[in-house]
């Protein structure tokens, strides 16, 4: 289905891709699907068609390299989908690809491990897509229903912990970047390009669901 209704393509451009094309374009970056690092910002992700075949082949991959051992077949898929960014205008359109996203994670995961799951890899899983697809206007860099700068999370992995760190989305997008400055700083230490507006104590991967923070 590409279209839901013609009053949302005249009043939101709302036209769906088909599977063909996106697995064509992803065809082009395969290396970078297949790994959990790569992230992925969809500024008009619809319900989640680019960012529901991604996942898939981030969790395929993920299974390849550590389906024996299941704690890390947990990180990594946990990683998987903290790489993974959505904005959309529309609120249904928000939910549902959180829902794919969520439902593809879930049904991977236990299918590698039926009997050994844990419910609190799923909720891992969830928050961190509550922090990742979000309900904005991605041309006017603001959330839909309070018109607030759109903040996106990093989960920055560390051993067996994640470290959340927030960063303003209109400062991620209009930062000016001086290809001229140094690459590292006189203390030996590569300067970050952009500012964190807030950090968070590193927590266990399978914890978030546990932090009252999130």
Not at 21 to 34: I, P, R, S, Y
Not at 123 to 136: D, Q, T
Not at 158 to 177: C, P
Request: proline content about 4%; charged content about 30%.
């Amino acid at each position: 289905m590409q279209v839901k209704s013609k009053q949302r393509v005249a009043d939101f451009g709302e036209v769906y891709t088909n599977e063909r094309e996106v697995n064509a374009m992803l065809d082009l970056v395969k290396d970078q699907t297949t790994n959990p690092d790569k992230t992925f910002l969809e500024p008009a992700c619809g319900t989640g068609n680019f960012l529901v075949e991604i996942l898939r082949r981030k969790l395929e991959a993920v299974a390849k390299r550590h389906r024996k051992i299941q704690t890390d077949y947990e990180l990594y898929a946990v990683i998987s989908v903290g790489s993974l960014y959505g904005i959309d205008i529309l609120e249904d359109n928000v939910r549902e690809c959180r829902k794919r996203l969520l439902a593809i994670f879930t049904q991977h995961y236990q299918s590698q491990f039926p009997k050994t799951y844990q419910e609190k890899c799923i909720r891992s899983a969830e928050v961190i897509l509550s922090k990742n697809i979000l309900h904005g206007d991605a041309l006017e860099l603001k959330t839909v229903k309070d018109k607030k700068d759109i903040v996106f999370t990093e989960w920055k992995p560390s051993g067996k912990q994640l470290q959340r760190r927030d960063f303003v989305y209109d400062e991620l997008v209009n930062k000016n970047y001086d290809a001229d400055a140094p690459e590292y700083s006189d203390e030996g230490n590569k300067p970050e390009v952009f500012k964190s507006i807030k950090d968070y104590p590193p927590i266990h991967f399978l914890e978030l669901g546990n932090d009252n923070t999130l």
